[in-house]
C-alpha cells in the first residue's frame, strides 16, 4: 500500500505545478497556498499579501493570485485568454486602470491622453493634463488649488491657478523648492530655522538617516536636522555638517573613510614605527617598535651625540683617503683637506653625507671600528636594547642595525643639545674649507619641515635595505613628541606616516 501512495503523490505534485506554475521551492517553503478559490501568499509570520506584486505574480485585494497578469521583466503584462496579450486598450484589475500599449505592455510614468500612468502603470485618478499644464480634481471634482500631492510616490505642487509647478524654484511657507520640467519636487537640502533638513522626492524629510550629497556623507537627527559638530556611532560630523576623515577630533581618529579607529589600528606604511612623549620617554603608539633592523643614515643621530660631546665645535678635522672614498652620498672631501667640526655637524644632519660622518668618526676615535665601540657603549648608556653600530654613517656592513624606540631614545637625548636642535630645523647652511678654502652649500633632506606647526626636525635615512626611515619631533600644546618610522615602501609614506603619528601623539596626550 505505501507503495501504491508514493505512486499517486507524484503525478498530483506535478500536475499542480504544470497547471498552476508554482515552483516545488514555493511548496516547500509553505509560503504560496492553494485553495478552493485559487492561489494566495502568505509571509513567513502568516500574513496575507494582498495588491501587490510577489515575484512576478501579482495578488489582488483578497489576496488571490491574478494569474493572467504579469511582471515579465520588461514591464507589466495581461494575457486575454486564447486571444494572447492586450494590446492598445484599457483594462480595469483590481479596482485600478491599466493602459496596455500596442506592444502589450502597461504604460508606467507616462501620459495617456489626458490620463497619467504612475510607475505601476495605475491610472492616477485626479489628475488631469491640459494645454496649460496637470491639474488635479479632489473628490469633491474641484481643481486643488496652493496644495501639495504626491503622485507616483513623488511630491508636487499645485499653485494658486491650480496648475503644477514646473521648472521653478518657488518659497511655499517659508521654504525654497525646486521642481523639474515634469512638475516633480527635485529632493535636496532645505534650510529652516534651525537648520538644514533633505527632503526626499515623496517630500518626506530624512530623519535618523544618513546621506550622501555631491559627494559628502551628512546625517540628519531625530528631529530632521542636519547634525554638526558631533559624533554619531563612529563618524563625526564637522562644522559644515559633512563627515570629517583622515584627521583627529579631540582624542579621536578618524581614517580615510571617515570611521573613528583606535591607536592600535592607525594605518602605517611602516613595518615598524614608535611614538613617545619626549619629556617622560612613555610609548604612546608602537608597532613592531623593538625589532631590530637596517635604520640607514638615522645613525648619524648617534654620530652627531657624539661629535657633540667628545669634540669640540672649531676643533679642526682631517680628511683621510678613506674617508674621502666613502660612497654616495657625499660631499665629495678630498684627501688631506681640513674642515671645521661645527661645519661637518651641519653637513653630516642636513644632507647626511656618508664621507662626513667617517671622518667625524676617525677624528675623535682614530678609526671606524673604535667609533662603532664608542657608539654602542652609549646606546646601552640610554637604554637602547636592539642596536649594533658597526659604521657611523648606516651603510650596511655586518649587522649593523637598529630599532623604532632606541632611536627615538637617541632622538630624545640629542635633542636636549641645543646645537643639534638647531642643525635640524635648518634648510640650508653654506660654510667652507680650512684648507684650500672650498665653498659648500648644504640643504636639508628633512621634507616636513615647515609643514607641520610645531614640527621641530628630525633625520631622514635611506637604503634600498632599510627603506625609507624618519626619526622627527613635534611640539604641540605644551608637550614635545618624538616619532620614527623605519621601512618605508617611499619617501611619500615616510612623511604621511610621521604626520600621522605626530598628530595622533597631540590629539591624544
Known amino acids: 500500500m505505501k507503495n501504491v501512495k508514493k505512486r499517486l503523490f507524484i503525478p498530483l505534485t506535478l500536475i499542480l505545478i504544470l497547471l498552476f506554475g508554482i515552483s516545488p521551492v514555493f511548496q516547500a517553503d509553505a509560503a504560496w497556498k492553494h485553495k478552493s478559490t485559487g492561489w494566495y501568499y502568505y509571509t513567513k509570520s502568516g500574513r496575507l499579501q494582498k495588491s501587490r506584486w510577489v515575484g512576478d505574480r ?17 514591464g507589466y503584462r495581461y494575457k486575454n485568454g486564447s486571444k494572447g496579450y492586450l494590446k492598445s486598450q484599457w483594462k480595469t484589475i483590481d479596482g485600478n486602470r491599466y493602459y496596455f ?13 489626458s490620463h497619467y500612468l504612475e510607475a505601476s502603470g495605475k491610472y492616477v485618478k485626479g489628475l488631469v493634463k491640459t494645454s496649460k499644464g496637470w491639474r488635479f480634481r479632489d473628490e469633491k471634482n474641484q481643481y486643488i488649488t496652493n496644495k501639495w500631492k504626491t503622485i507616483n510616490n513623488k511630491r508636487c505642487y499645485f499653485d494658486k491657478n491650480g496648475y503644477a509647478v514646473k521648472n521653478k524654484r518657488i518659497t511655499i511657507n517659508g521654504i525654497k523648492y525646486s521642481f523639474d520640467k515634469y512638475g516633480f519636487m527635485k529632493p535636496g537640502m532645505r534650510t529652516g530655522d534651525k537648520g538644514k533638513k533633505y527632503q526626499n522626492q515623496s517630500g518626506s524629510y530624512l530623519k535618523n538617516s544618513w546621506k550622501k550629497v555631491s559627494g559628502k556623507w551628512y546625517y540628519f537627527g531625530s528631529n530632521g536636522y542636519m547634525v554638526k559638530n558631533k559624533w554619531v556611532g563612529d563618524y563625526y560630523l564637522g562644522s559644515n555638517g559633512a563627515m570629517v576623515k583622515s584627521t583627529f577630533i579631540g582624542s579621536k581618529f578618524v581614517d ?3 570611521k573613528k579607529v583606535s591607536a592600535s589600528a592607525l594605518s602605517l606604511s611602516a613595518p615598524s614605527a614608535v611614538l613617545i612623549d619626549a619629556k617622560t620617554g ?32 672649531n676643533d679642526s678635522v682631517s680628511v683621510s683617503a678613506y674617508a674621502a672614498g666613502q660612497e654616495e652620498v657625499k660631499l665629495y672631501m678630498n684627501p688631506g683637506e681640513v674642515y671645521r667640526m661645527q661645519d661637518l655637524l651641519y653637513a653630516l644632519l642636513l644632507p647626511s653625507y656618508n664621507d662626513v660622518a667617517v671622518a667625524i668618526a676617525e677624528h675623535i676615535s682614530g678609526s ?14 640610554l637604554g637602547c636594547k636592539n642596536t649594533t653600530f658597526v659604521t657611523p654613517n648606516g651603510l650596511e656592513m655586518g649587522n649593523h642595525g ?11 637625548y640629542a635633542m ?3 646645537l643639534f636642535r638647531q642643525i635640524i630645523q635648518t634648510r640650508a647652511y653654506s660654510f667652507s674649507s680650512l684648507s684650500g678654502g672650498r665653498g659648500f652649500t648644504v640643504y636639508s633632506t628633512d621634507d616636513m619641515l615647515g ?50 603619528l605626530l598628530n595622533y601623539g597631540a590629539a591624544n596626550y
Not at 58 to 74: A, H
Not at 402 to 412: I, N, P, Q, T, Y
Request: glycine share 10%; net charge positive; charged share 20%.
Open 402 to 412: 637598529s630599532s623604532a624606540l632606541d632611536l627615538a631614545k637617541m632622538l630624545r
Open 101 to 113: 500599449n500596442r506592444k502589450g505592455y502597461a504604460v508606467t510614468q507616462s501620459w495617456v491622453g
Open 282 to 313: 612613555k610609548v604612546i603608539y608602537q608597532k613592531n617598535a623593538n625589532q631590530n633592523r637596517p635604520n640607514a643614515s638615522t645613525t648619524k643621530i648617534m654620530t652627531a651625540i657624539l661629535a657633540l660631546e667628545y669634540a669640540g665645535l
Open 256 to 258: 580615510a573613510s571617515g
Open 416 to 418: 636636549k643639545k641645543d
Open 451 to 500: 609643514q607641520m606647526s610645531g614640527f621641530l626636525g628630525g633625520k631622514t635615512g635611506w637604503t634600498t635595505l632599510a627603506g625609507h626611515c624618519f626619526a622627527g619631533a613635534m611640539s604641540k600644546n605644551g608637550k614635545t613628541y618624538i616619532s620614527v618610522v623605519l621601512g618605508c615602501p617611499s619617501s611619500e609614506s615616510r612623511w604621511r606616516d610621521t604626520k600621522t
Open 58 to 74: 501579482y495578488v489582488n485585494s483578497k489576496g488571490r493570485w491574478i494569474v493572467s497578469f504579469k511582471n515579465t521583466g520588461k
Open 368 to 381: 671606524v671600528q673604535n667609533f662603532a665601540d664608542l657608539m654602542n657603549q652609549k646606546a646601552r648608556e
